[in-house]
């Protein structure tokens, strides 16, 4: 019984270190690598996982696998892994970055499924398991948020040596060795927070940083604040004196400006393109998304706006321009600036004001660049985005973008004309409400190019007073209804073309997003490359394993043990990203998402495998079948939950979300221990770290083949897909012998 709880306790803090390695790693890619590594790191932890499980199969059938040994070289991995990335200088190939960080998940994985060999009750061990986990991930996120990314690495450096004393606890001079290590960070706690902070080495020569490679700034930062949702730098230009560089991950970029309260001495504004909106309709209200150092704030100010609602949904930025006053002049608490740190459109959506204009300019994802923009949902420049924008205009309002090239320019463009087609606006019409204009820049071809949307349509004499405006501040019309009319939208408005004459003739992907399809930044026709390369190599990978396996198995229900674990990794990874990506709008922003849908699902399996290890407690026959029920259910109450305003605290949205997602989560937890549960019935004990191997694979394909789903077909059907994924597992069950 003492065995079995020691084991339990290293199982708890691998899955407990495990977690929060893989949120730490993915924070510090977001900020170094190219924006997609981000995302890889979590597929490939995952195959990491795998990877550890199939070597523990091999060593241990070999008998050369030692408790001890592994649990040793996963605490020098862990903390060897994450000081050699921060700070080495940029190892010149993100490849190797990936391949650095996945060791601590091949170890880690190597550990987890050699305690769930020598454990008697699978489901007691995945309880356990998962109990580690969720808490692993609400502490990263919870230090993060209020200490920081560097003071919780350290933190989490103390977690990983506990795991020295356990395997080690009859040995006392470990014992005092590891004491030893812990009491020495925590009494150099404030050292070795200066030492990885000050030589963030790979930050400063990763040639992915836009400091680095799009701008000439000073050397040294003027403000920096790294939280759980992304990492903020101020720094200021070297030949530009009145501006200074806000970056969001080293790649999102705003800048702030000089103020001292003159708004005299900031005419030269107004040559900004980003300016003209606030010169069309004359707004006395507008809001603001996204306005980051605070540049489209002093636009509305020196236009005249009187009543300025600024929604930003990075705290950090708004804090850097308060903490630099004497430069921002304060710009966020100015008497006639309401400033709300959330998501724009949900700040909009339960809004009861009406205003002028709402002004998106510039804005990226809102999660800075953590994820790569082209496979992250975004939620503000979508068709439904687009009805809740209009919905809060006053009779003669206005929506504005900027933009930064010519594709989501078009993407907006193909977006706007569909929601207002769907909105029975016939294409005769469609064009009279959509102005477009930019400014020519020498070697920049469209660049920053700005769209005013008026529902209610430009009269002519708007049009005209528009078309002397452009005049005035040098700008060129791309579409000025009845002056400069663009030759797609010309022939809509004659009835010669449709919308999808006006997508097919751009040689990028620019078709109208929903809230279904919400990957606005997605210009790539096709599937992406880098979500075809990892899928590719997965089944590859599963392939050579199969027969690897099949080779020197002589089970005969091999071929369906082994699919059977490889599409519940599949089928578990579909639901749960795809329950990430829709709830990310109801929780307004993906790490809140992220968090409370992981947890969630990992609190109700870790319930269902506590329950489900007493046996007079419960006994569920065939789960499968209760989870394909339940699955639709949730899928049908989440599409309504989506759009329900009648709780607006961000708090009680993820209670909310909570409690509807722990049963789904408590009927997906049952299905792999139960499978773990037969071989070791069958006395298979030996397969199963092989299957755990199995199952990680099934995990990273599924994830990338979500992807992919979602890209080309939306989040219902690629739900779906995880649904039948499960209802294959159910049928192949019936057919074991």
């Known amino acids: 019984m003492k065995r079995s709880k020691s084991l339990l306790a290293i199982l708890f803090l691998v899955s407990l270190t495990l977690f929060s390695y893989e949120l730490l790693v993915s924070r510090i890619f977001s900020v170094i690598l190219p924006n997609h590594f981000a995302y890889l790191v979590i597929s490939f932890s ?12 091999f060593l241990s059938k070999n008998n050369k696998y030692s408790l001890k040994h592994f649990s040793w070289i996963y605490i020098l991995s862990y903390v060897g892994v994450i000081s050699v990335i921060i700070l080495a200088p940029y190892l010149g190939n993100p490849v190797f970055y990936i391949l650095l960080a996945i060791i601590p998940f091949i170890i880690g994985g190597a550990i987890i499924s050699y305690l769930f060999k020598l454990q008697d009750d699978p489901h007691q061990s995945y309880f356990v398991d998962l109990l580690g986990g969720v808490l692993g991930l609400i502490l990263a996120v919870l230090l993060m948020k209020f200490l920081g990314l560097i003071q919780t690495i350290i933190v989490s450096f103390i977690l990983v040596v506990l795991l020295m004393m356990l395997p080690f606890k009859e040995n006392k001079l470990i014992l005092v060795f590891s ?12 050292q070795l927070t200066s030492l990885y902070e000050n030589n963030f080495n790979s930050f400063k020569t990763s040639p992915h940083i836009g400091f680095n490679s799009s701008f000439d700034v000073k050397e040294r930062s003027l403000f920096t604040r ?3 949702f992304s990492r903020t730098d101020v720094y200021p230009l070297k030949e530009d004196t009145n501006r200074l560089l806000v970056g969001m991950d080293g790649a999102s970029f705003s800048f702030m400006i000089g103020f001292d309260g003159d708004y005299s001495k900031l005419d030269y504004l107004k040559e900004d393109i980003g300016y003209f909106p606030m010169e069309v309709g004359k707004p006395q209200k507008i809001a603001l998304i996204g306005p980051g150092g605070g540049e489209e704030i002093l636009y509305a100010l020196i236009a005249g706006v009187g009543e300025i609602t600024a929604i930003e949904i990075n705290e950090s930025t708004v804090l850097a321009t308060e903490e630099l006053k004497e430069f921002s002049g304060d710009i966020y608490n100015h008497p006639q600036v309401k400033t709300i740190i959330g998501d724009g459109r949900n700040v909009i959506r339960k809004s009861n004001n009406k205003f002028d204009q709402i002004y998106l300019s510039l804005v990226m994802t809102n999660i800075g660049s953590g994820i790569s923009n082209a496979l992250a949902e975004n939620y503000i420049y979508t068709k439904e985005a687009l009805g809740d924008y209009f919905s809060k205009l006053t009779l003669e309002g206005i929506v504005s973008f900027r933009f930064h090239s010519q594709y989501d320019m078009l993407k907006m463009l193909s977006t706007v004309i569909e929601y207002s087609y769907e909105t029975k606006i016939p294409y005769s019409k469609i064009s009279d409400t959509i102005i ?6 020498k070697n920049h071809g469209l660049k920053y190019p700005v769209m005013l949307v008026k529902p209610s349509g430009f009269s002519k004499k708007e049009v005209k007073d528009i078309y002397k405006s452009m005049v005035v501040y040098d700008l060129q019309p791309l579409h000025l209804p009845g002056i400069f009319e663009d030759d797609s939208l010309k022939k809509m408005k004659e009835g010669k073309w449709t919308l999808d004459d006006l997508t097919n003739q751009i040689p990028a992907n620019i078709e109208a997003t929903s ?3 919400p990957f606005f930044y997605n210009f790539e026709q096709g599937i992406p490359s880098t979500l075809l390369l990892i899928l590719t190599g997965g089944l590859v990978l599963l392939l050579v394993l199969f027969n690897l396996g099949a080779f020197k198995s002589e089970e005969d229900n091999f071929v369906e043990l082994i699919s059977i674990f490889a599409l519940l990794g599949m089928a578990f990874i579909i639901v749960e990203i795809t329950l990430i990506q829709k709830l990310t709008l109801y929780l307004e922003h993906p ?3 992220f968090v409370t849908v992981i947890a969630s699902l990992l609190v109700g399996a870790g319930i269902a495998n506590l329950l489900y290890s007493k046996k007079e407690m419960l006994k569920i026959k065939n789960p499968i079948y209760y989870l394909i029920g339940v699955s639709i259910v949730e899928l049908l109450l989440i599409n309504k939950l989506l759009y329900w305003t009648g709780i607006e605290t961000i708090g009680l949205k993820i209670i909310v979300v909570i409690i509807l997602l722990l049963p789904l989560g408590f009927l997906m937890g049952l299905p792999f221990p139960t499978m773990l549960d037969k071989l070791k019935n ?5 397969l199963i770290p092989y299957m755990w ?5 099934g995990i990273v394909i599924g994830s990338v083949f979500s992807l992919i789903l979602s890209m080309k077909f939306g989040f219902n059907l690629t739900f779906g897909m995880g649904v039948i994924f499960y209802a294959l597992v159910a049928w192949l069950i019936v057919r074991l012998k």
Do not use: A, C, H, T
């Open 46 to 57: 995952i195959l990491g996982l795998g990877f550890g499980g199939i070597l523990s199969y």
């Open 179 to 190: 004491s030893v290590i812990i009491i020495f960070i925590v009494f150099n706690f404030g």
């Open 226 to 228: 790294w939280d759980e």
């Open 436 to 441: 477009i204009g930019f400014k020519p820049m």
């Open 515 to 517: 809230d279904n399809q």
């Open 591 to 593: 790490i809140n998402s």
């Open 682 to 686: 069958q006395e298979l004990n030996s």
């Open 693 to 697: 191997g199995i199952n990680g694979v």
